[in-house]
C-alpha cells in the first residue's frame, strides 16, 4: 500500500519545523523529513556549544565553493546545517528580524502578483510576534507568550562592554533593541535561548507535538527526488539511513525546505530548472525555469583581529580546567561563561553616511575567531574579533549541478563582493571599526591589531585584506525567489508555488526576494509560518496555532520519530 499524507515537508530546518508545527495544529496529518541527525546533543543545546563543532561536526555538511576567481582563486566553505531544527539548532542564536524597509521593498517586487497576499513588514509582523516569547519586551514589535524563547545575553564578557563603550566614543548611540524602531547604534543582542538552553525550531515548534500522532519525524532520510505526475508534486523518494529507498506519497501539497543550496538542487534533479542545464546532466525537464539556482545571495563577512594585551575574553575556557570550572559555576549557580553564545554585543552603522540606513553590521568575539581555511594565520591567545558584515550586499551567485546524481553535492558560487559597491562598502566598514580597536576603553586593553596590517590601510591593502578571509555569514538566500508573472527569473509566485507545478511550494531562504539586514534565522521561521498561514487560508492570530509552550525547564524531546 502506498504510504500517504496530508503534507510532506522536505527539510526540518527552521522553516520547516515552523510550517509543520502549524500545519499539525490546524489537523493535518505531516511527514517531515530530515536528512541530518537528531539535535539532542549537549553541545548543541548550551549557548556556546556549536563553537566547539563548526570546524568539523556531522550536525554539519560543508559545501565547498568552486574557485572564485576575483578572489584570486580562493575556495572556501559554506557549512549548513544537517540536524533537525537547521541553522537554528548550530547558530550563534542571534535573533534578528531585519528592517522593515526590508519587507517594504518586498512589497514593491510582488505586489501586482494576482491574488497578492501581502508581503509587506504590516503583513509579516503578526509572524514573528506571534511566534516570539521575549523576556525583556512586550509591545507593539514584540511577544511574550510565544515558543520561541527569546532572551538578553547571560553573560557578558568586559571586552564585549568595551566594545559598545568605544563605538559611542565613536558617535554611535546605544541601541536597546535592534528589533526596535530604529536599527542604527550599538548595543547588545538578544538570543534564541533561555537559561543556558538552545531554543532551537525544533525544541520550539516541535517538541511540544511529541504525542501528537499526526506529525511524524523522519531523520537521515534525505529525498533524491520530488514526483510529479500530469504536472503535479504528488510525492518524494526518500533515502533512508540504511540506504533504502521509500517513496511516499501527499494527498495536499508538497513543500520543499532545504535550504537555499539544496532546495534548487532538489527542484532540478526533479525536472525542474534550466532547460539547457538539466540536459547536460541527463534529466528530462519538465518546466523551463531559468531562475532556479540564480540569485544567490549572501552577507560576506570580514575579520578584524586584535591581540589583547591581558587575560580578557574567553580565550580556552572551553578547554581544560577553565571548562570544567565554568561548569561546575553553571551547575550550581546557572551562570558563568556557559550562558553566553560567544557573541554578545553587536552594531549597525553605516560609514559613508551616518544618518542613512545601516549598510554593515559588526559583531564583536571575545576572542580570536578564525574558520576552517583560515586556522592558523593568526597567534592563538588572548585577543578580541569585529567582523564587518554587508548587510545589504548587490553581488550575486548560482547554484548548479555537479551531476544528476542526488549524492553529488551542488556547484556553489556565492561571488562575495565581487559588485564594486559591496567591495567599497566593506572597506569603509573595516577602516570605522579599526577606529573602534583605537578609541577608549578598548584601546587601552588592545597590544595590537594583528589583521589586517595597521601600517598599510589603503584601499588597496585593506582590499588584498578582504580577498583572503572573506567568507559567508552563514545566510544564502535567494536562488528559488519570489516574483511576478512577468519576470521571467521568478521561481515562486507571491503565495510560494512554484511556477509550473501544482501543489509544490518552497518555504526556506531560497524563496527570498532580497536578502534582509541582518541574520536571518527568524526570518525563515516567518517563512515558515506564512506558507502554512497560505496553505490554510487561517491569519497568524494565536500562539496556540504553533501547539502549547514547553516548560522554560521541561521536557525536550521530540515529536514522533519513525
Not at 534525505?222 to 494527498?251: L, S
Not at 540569485?295 to 570580514?302: A, F, G, K, R, W
Not at 591581540?307 to 551562570?335: C, D, E, T
Not at 516567518?526 to 522554560?552: N, Y
Request: aromatic share 8%; proline share 7%.
Amino acid at each position: 500500500m502506498r504510504e500517504r499524507f496530508d503534507y510532506i515537508i522536505v527539510g526540518g530546518g527552521s522553516s520547516g519545523s515552523v510550517a509543520a508545527a502549524r500545519l499539525v495544529n490546524e489537523g493535518a496529518r505531516v511527514l517531515l523529513l530530515e536528512g541530518g541527525y537528531s539535535h539532542r546533543h549537549p553541545l548543541l543545546d548550551m549557548p556556546p556549544g556549536i563553537f566547539k563543532m563548526i570546524n568539523g561536526s556531522k550536525y554539519m555538511r560543508y559545501h565547498h565553493t568552486v574557485p572564485q576567481e576575483h578572489l584570486g582563486g580562493r575556495v572556501h566553505d559554506i557549512p549548513q546545517a544537517n540536524v533537525l531544527g537547521g541553522g537554528s539548532s548550530v547558530n550563534a542564536q542571534v535573533y534578528m528580524r531585519g528592517r522593515p524597509s526590508d519587507y517594504d521593498e518586498w512589497h514593491d517586487m510582488l505586489h501586482g502578483e494576482n491574488n497578492y497576499p501581502g508581503w509587506g513588514w504590516a503583513d509579516v509582523l503578526p509572524h514573528f510576534r506571534t511566534m516570539e516569547g521575549n523576556n525583556r519586551f512586550y509591545n507593539e514589535l514584540h511577544g511574550a507568550d510565544g515558543p520561541l524563547l527569546v532572551s538578553d545575553p547571560g553573560h557578558i564578557n568586559d571586552m564585549s562592554r568595551w566594545f559598545v563603550q568605544a563605538i559611542q566614543a565613536l558617535g554611535e548611540p546605544f541601541n536597546p533593541d535592534f528589533n526596535g524602531p530604529t536599527q542604527r547604534g550599538v548595543g547588545f543582542y538578544q538570543f534564541m535561548n533561555r537559561r543556558g538552553r538552545r531554543s532551537s525550531a525544533a525544541y520550539a515548534f516541535l517538541a511540544p507535538l511529541a504525542d501528537n500522532p499526526n506529525l511524524v519525524i523522519r531523520l537521515q532520510s534525505r529525498v533524491r527526488k520530488i514526483e510529479i505526475e500530469n504536472g503535479r508534486a504528488v510525492g518524494v523518494t526518500y533515502r533512508d539511513a540504511r540506504g533504502v529507498d521509500h517513496k511516499v506519497y501527499a494527498d495536499g501539497e508538497v513543500i520543499v525546505a532545504s535550504g537555499s543550496l539544496v532546495t534548487p538542487q532538489l527542484l532540478m534533479l526533479s525536472g525542474i530548472g534550466p532547460a539547457d542545464h538539466l540536459r547536460e546532466h541527463g534529466i528530462t525537464c519538465i518546466v523551463d525555469l531559468p531562475g532556479i539556482g540564480e540569485n544567490l545571495i549572501d552577507h560576506p563577512e570580514v575579520p578584524l583581529i586584535a591581540k589583547a594585551n591581558g587575560p580578557y575574553g574567553y580565550y580556552k575556557q572551553g578547554v581544560g580546567w577553565r571548562m570544567l570550572l565554568n561548569g561546575i559555576h553553571f551547575r550550581l549557580f546557572g551562570s558563568g561563561p556557559i550562558l553566553s553564545a560567544g557573541v554578545e554585543a553587536g552594531a549597525f552603522v553605516n560609514p559613508a553616511d551616518p544618518n542613512g540606513e545601516p549598510t554593515i553590521q559588526a559583531f564583536c568575539v571575545p576572542i580570536i575567531y578564525l574558520d576552517r581555511d583560515t586556522l592558523g594565520l593568526v597567534d592563538d591567545t588572548y585577543g578580541l574579533t569585529i567582523t564587518t558584515v554587508v548587510v545589504k550586499p548587490k553581488s550575486r551567485g548560482y547554484v548548479r549541478l555537479r551531476s544528476g546524481n542526488p549524492d553529488d553535492m551542488p556547484l556553489v558560487s556565492p561571488n562575495l563582493l565581487q559588485h564594486p559597491d559591496d567591495a567599497r562598502t566593506m572597506i569603509d566598514g573595516q577602516r570605522f571599526f579599526i577606529r573602534a580597536f583605537r578609541t577608549s576603553p578598548l584601546a587601552e586593553r588592545i597590544e595590537r591589531i594583528s589583521i589586517p596590517d595597521p601600517n598599510d590601510l589603503s584601499d588597496e591593502a585593506i582590499m588584498n585584506h578582504c580577498r583572503r578571509f572573506v567568507k559567508t555569514n552563514y545566510h544564502p538566500s535567494g536562488t528559488c525567489r519570489m516574483g511576478t508573472a512577468s519576470d521571467p527569473m521568478a521561481v515562486l509566485d507571491s503565495r510560494l508555488r512554484v511556477r509550473g507545478i501544482e501543489d509544490l511550494r518552497v518555504c526556506d531562504l531560497s524563496a527570498m526576494p532580497n536578502i534582509n539586514a541582518g541574520n536571518t534565522n527568524a526570518p525563515a521561521m516567518m517563512l515558515g509560518s506564512r506558507c502554512a498561514e497560505l496553505i490554510t487560508g487561517r491569519a497568524t492570530v494565536s500562539t496556540s496555532q504553533f501547539g502549547p509552550r514547553l516548560s522554560e525547564q521541561g521536557d525536550m524531546s521530540v515529536a514522533t520519530l519513525s
